[in-house]
């Protein structure tokens, strides 16, 4: 039997396939994939009331998703006897505690990000909390994963390539900086892997966000920034695209976004 051609059409849609793949993911953390907001409001009002002040909720909303640093500054400002770096590891133990007792998930994140892991698209996490709480955070979502206990959730293996957090030196969120080392980063990384490396842009790579000031720290990247609604209205921010849950969102529909994007360009 002599082989047959190959079919144009079932060639350009395997390549339509093909091409509609994310090069990566950039995760927020807080409120994002996780909801740890509820540890950061309970902490920031705990360690206030702990020395006579008083922080509300409208305080804690002031700072979602800030430098943790100015965080401090405002409480130091508002009459805290401690340092700025003080504050800043008095919350991180708090929130970290709180995260090893309880910790929710925002909804369709662990799925989502599990589907990115399975389909082999490197994934990094960029958050302004810093390595006390973000190990917490990582090392619970891997045991969740590695249960097995929900299908769509199971994966035995990093669920991450690359952490980057708020104290390793960088300018934090919203400064661009994060997510353009995670970028470059993960670049080098597939580079070592692999032995005919696709060349990684950050115009094709994700980043998942909640908050403004994460949502200005992506857009400056340059990379394809989805906003997820939480506590804060981000609907008129610059976002490419807004959805109210990520258990609307595949790795193909990320894939699809991105090329949408990229053909609109001048």
């Known amino acids: 039997m002599l082989p047959t051609s190959p079919d144009p059409a079932t060639e350009t ?28 409001f309970a902490a920031e009002a705990d360690l206030m009331g702990s020395h006579g002040l008083v922080w509300t909720d409208e305080d804690s909303l002031s700072v979602v998703g800030g430098d943790l640093e100015e965080t401090g500054r405002i409480m130091v400002r508002a009459g805290i006897p401690l340092g700025v770096r003080e504050v800043v590891d008095a919350l991180c133990e708090r929130v970290a505690a709180g995260v090893r007792r309880e910790l929710e998930l925002r909804p369709g994140a662990l799925e989502l990000l599990v589907a990115l892991r399975r389909e082999g698209i490197p994934t990094a996490l960029v958050t302004n909390s810093e390595s006390p709480v973000a190990d917490v955070v990582v090392e619970k979502l891997g045991a969740i994963a590695a249960s097995g206990e929900d299908p769509a959730t199971s994966w035995d293996g990093p669920l991450f390539d690359l952490i980057v957090t708020g104290n390793i030196g960088l300018p934090v969120k919203p400064d661009p900086a994060p997510y353009v080392f995670a970028a470059r980063r993960l670049s080098a990384l597939v580079s070592e892997r692999q032995e005919n490396p696709e060349e990684l842009s950050i115009r094709r790579m994700v980043a998942i966000e909640d ?6 720290s992506a857009i400056g990247s340059g ?12 609907s008129d921010v610059g976002l490419d695209r807004e959805v109210g849950s990520l258990s609307e969102v595949t790795p193909a529909a990320l894939g699809t976004w991105v090329d949408e994007r990229e053909r609109r360009r001048p």
């Not at 396939?17 to 540890?39: F, I, N």
């Not at 908050?211 to 200005?216: A, F, V």
């Not at 990379?223 to 981000?234: E, P, Q, R, T, Y």
């Open 211 to 216: 908050s403004l000031t994460g949502i200005r």
């Open 223 to 234: 990379a394809f920034v989805l906003g997820v609604s939480n506590l804060i209205d981000i």
């Open 13 to 40: 849609a395997s390549a339509a396939a093909a091409s509609a793949r994310p090069h990566a993911v950039l995760w927020d953390m807080d409120g994002t994939l996780v909801d740890t907001e509820p540890h950061w």
